[in-house]
């Protein structure tokens, strides 16, 4: 067989299955005839009861003397480390509102930083293209600073954000601004593997954001630039399992539902998406028309889901922070219009591992952490 004649029969095979994957297409278009708040009030369900007495602004955590960019909690809940742009991590007891530990970064422009699931290392990474790893228990040098313990280089851009696998701490995955995402072993200081770059079914963008599956370690969701989210198996590194389309700006912020089958996005775009993780539908969009005076609409910069998901935290660059019920795509409270509310807009939030209390962090350059009323928690 001749190459001319190789050709043809790649020409045509390749529009067979392009022709395929079309009708696909449009057949599970047709499926979707309803979103999750459609089929909800075709149902008969009605928004949840939320009120200014449900969610309580218990401590404000001050000590940072700039931006405050990212926070995490430990699993035992009771601590949270942050990080500002004054380049520096503070470990703070949520208990007491105490300082048990003030970080000096090697780079003060930090972007993002993670607790270890032991709760004994904190991570950190920023424009330097580095996550450098920091052990809690070690001694300060003779300056009083904690030395780092491990850096993480490889990134050929910044590191946007970090997340340690559950259960595991010797790895970590990070997401950064050369398009890529990395799987790394914390006790090495090696790549593992490496998500995205030369692989065509990588992000084409900056990528902004990392969350891992707590029901399946080996899965995680990355947001970018490129306005996709992707679905990753760290088994494969070669390809994405799944790209998801919908967004019409950045994926900023990814966090996978509770249930591990879902997971929600936060855009540049002004909304926040639900979409599910088997069959790469969107199942709702989440879509406030907020009071700008420029026009501009605002961008979502974080999110995260309540212990049940019937709840969808989303921050916003207006300074508004939407209290979603996830069901009925209603807004049912903005924590902008509580009694000490930030001053600035919410870069961060975090929800504590029991789901008892939500910590904002903002560019005030304070955290808050706000307590669930009563039987609220469970929501």
Known sequence: MSVAELKERHIAATATVNALRERLKQKRTLLLDTDVAGYARSQGRTPVSFGPTDLVCCRILQGHTGKVYSLDWTPEKNRIVSASQDGRLIVWNALTSQKTHAIKLPCAWVMTCAFSPNGQSVACGGLDSVCSIFNLNSPVDKDGNLPVSRMLSGHKGYVSSCQYVPDEDTHLITSSGDQTCVLWDVTTGQRLSVFGGEFPSGHTADVLSVSINGSNSKMFVSGSCDATARLWDT?????????????????????????????????????????????????????????????????????????????????????????????????????????????GRITCLGLSADGSALCTGSWDKNLKIWAFGGDRREI
């Open 235 to 343: 088994r494969i590194a070669s390809r994405a399992v799944r790209t998801f389309h919908g967004h019409e700006g950045d994926v900023n912020t990814v966090k996978f539902f509770p249930d591990g089958q879902r997971f929600g996005t936060g855009s540049g775009d002004g909304t926040c998406r639900l979409f599910d993780m088997r069959t790469g539908h969107q199942l709702q969009v989440y879509h406030q028309q907020h009071a700008a005076a420029d026009g501009e609409v605002p961008h979502v910069t974080s999110i995260a889901f309540s212990i049940s998901g019937r709840l969808l935290f989303a921050a916003y660059s207006n300074n508004d922070c939407y209290v979603w019920d996830t069901l009925v795509a209603k807004v049912v409270l903005n924590l902008r219009s509580l009694q000490n509310s930030h001053e």
